[in-house]
């Protein structure tokens, strides 16, 4: 067995886009609204992809490239639930069977070849989440979800210019808040950090539990619903390996506001980030109002982390870490394991 090697890591294991472990995890790639009447291209761990739904309504995931002469299938169309290939009209249908091959014509055995290798997919929380290789682990628990005093609200995918680890490193960590956040809601607040006590938070996220007070610009008032200049915020913030984010938020008002935070790695160094909120408010306010206020914090987090270049290191000495940082130092010991877990031990081909 591959073991932990504070070396190892500090010397080869800043990529991870190879790692068997990221490989078998479920990703958000898009949301299910991107899916419409043609294919989508997106790309994973630096492999290109297209997704389209099927004639089943299931949605299919294959590599961008058609096995016949390596047109890429996100310039074909979808019809009747078939992808068809725009250079010679070869069609696939669910999961990636090819069906058609119009020059042999209808009656004419398909080459076995000529069929998609499929990978995982999935559907939740408005999002396409996609595994390359038969997923190890699950999809995140967002039990407010199935609770109809909440409602959801999506946010769109975005494409930052960072590697991913450093994005989630970033959303385990309050230390940044009045420093990034300046400009949003952490103005207010002292930039001394209580003692963090790392633990289960429910749904099975690791993290820690705070309170702070965050300043409540007229933009956040949409948000946090009260125009009050200073609000206090119960928090908890957690993380699901091997990239995932949950933050919640509960107001004196009894509002939750809970916040999944998504960094996709569309190769080591580029990533798509999504942030989907949960809010059990009276539901009647106009929802991108509602996110307006987190928009404008992520895009504080976006501006610092793009500033930061290259993958982040991964052994333990590689970065002074102090007591704040004791979630994303947790987050990254995890994380590191997985990328150097041996791949024997999570093989998987893709789905037929
Ligand atoms: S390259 Fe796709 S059908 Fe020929
Ligand atoms: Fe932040």
Avoid at 73 to 88: E, P
Avoid at 96 to 101: A, I, K, T
Wanted: glycine share 8%.
């Amino acid at each position: 067995m591959v073991s932990w090697s504070d070396q190892t890591i500090g010397e080869k294991m800043t990529t991870f886009v190879h790692s068997t472990a990221v490989r078998s995890a479920w990703h958000p790639v898009a949301e299910s609204t991107d899916v419409g009447d043609g294919p989508l291209a997106f790309r994973l761990l630096g492999e290109d992809l297209v997704v389209w739904r099927s004639g089943s309504g299931e949605l299919v995931v294959a590599h961008d490239r058609c096995p016949h002469r390596e047109a890429p299938l996100s310039a074909g169309t979808v019809d009747d639930g078939k992808l068809v290939c725009a250079y010679h009209g070869w069609a696939f249908g669910d999961a990636g069977r090819c069906v058609l091959v119009p020059s042999s014509g209808e009656d004419a055995t398909v080459p076995p070849a000529a069929h998609l290798a499929s990978r995982w997919v999935d559907e939740r929380y408005g999002l396409v989440w996609v595994s390359l290789e038969e997923p190890m682990t699950e999809i995140p628990t967002i039990s407010h979800e199935d609770d109809p005093s909440f409602r959801r609200i999506n946010s769109g995918m975005q494409q930052w210019k960072v590697s991913a680890p450093r994005m989630v490193d970033n959303f385990c960590d309050i230390s940044h808040f009045p420093w990034v956040h300046v400009g949003t809601f952490g103005g207010g607040q002292t930039p001394r950090v209580p003692r963090i006590e790392l633990g289960g938070l429910d749904d099975g996220w690791y993290g820690y539990a705070y309170e702070v007070d965050a300043n409540n610009p007229d933009v956040a008032a949409a948000t946090t619903g009260t125009d009050e200049p200073v609000v206090h915020r119960r928090m908890s913030t957690g993380f699901h390996l091997p990239l995932s984010v949950r933050s919640t938020i509960e107001y004196e008002t009894g509002l939750h506001h809970i916040l999944l935070l998504c960094s996709t790695p569309v190769d080591d160094e580029h990533s798509l980030f999504t942030f989907v909120v949960w809010r059990n408010d009276d539901h009647s306010a106009d929802p991108e109002t509602t996110i307006a206020f987190d928009r404008a914090i992520g895009a504080e987090d976006q501006r610092m982390l793009e500033q930061l270049g290259g993958t982040m290191p991964l052994g333990r000495t590689d970065l002074v870490s102090v007591q704040s940082d004791r979630c994303s130092v947790e987050w990254r010991r995890r994380f590191g394991e997985l990328v150097t877990a041996p791949v024997a031990a999570v093989t998987g081909t893709p789905a037929s």
